[in-house]
């Protein structure tokens, strides 16, 4: 019983430390006004999630990691020319979402 709750803990610190850095992500390219497509604690297929605004928000059944979708990341996103494209702003703003 013990090596099951140790496990558990440990999955749950883990995904506590995902979140806080995926969420330093998410925090900074919102300041630097760049536009957020998808916010995701977690990998494989979603649980849970919901739109809100321009982001959609996602719990999925791995806990092993996550990510900060942004606009512009990829070609498959939409309009890498959006005016709220990770590509378009300053190199600083740029820079800063992509590294936080």
């Given at each position: 019983?013990?090596?099951?709750?140790?496990?558990?803990?440990?999955?749950?610190?883990?995904?506590?430390?995902?979140?806080?850095?995926?969420?330093?992500?998410?925090?900074?390219?919102?300041?630097?006004g760049v536009?957020?497509?998808?916010?995701?604690?977690?990998?494989?297929?979603?649980?849970?999630?919901?739109?809100?605004?321009?982001?959609?928000?996602?719990?999925?059944?791995?806990?092993?990691?996550?990510?900060?979708?942004?606009?512009g990341e990829?070609?498959?996103?939409?309009?890498?020319?959006?005016?709220?494209?990770?590509?378009?702003?300053?190199?600083?703003?740029?820079?800063?979402?992509?590294?936080?």
């Amino acid at each position: 019983m013990s090596v099951f709750i140790t496990f558990a803990a440990a999955l749950l610190i883990f995904g506590a430390v995902i979140a806080i850095h995926e969420f330093g992500h998410f925090a900074m390219a919102k300041l630097c006004g760049v536009q957020v497509n998808e916010f995701s604690i977690g990998m494989g297929p979603a649980i849970w999630h919901r739109q809100k605004g321009e982001t959609e928000y996602s719990f999925r059944i791995l806990p092993i990691g996550g990510y900060c979708a942004m606009e512009g990341e990829d070609e498959d996103t939409g309009n890498t020319r959006s005016p709220r494209s990770i590509l378009v702003g300053t190199p600083k703003s740029s820079i800063r979402a992509m590294v936080s």
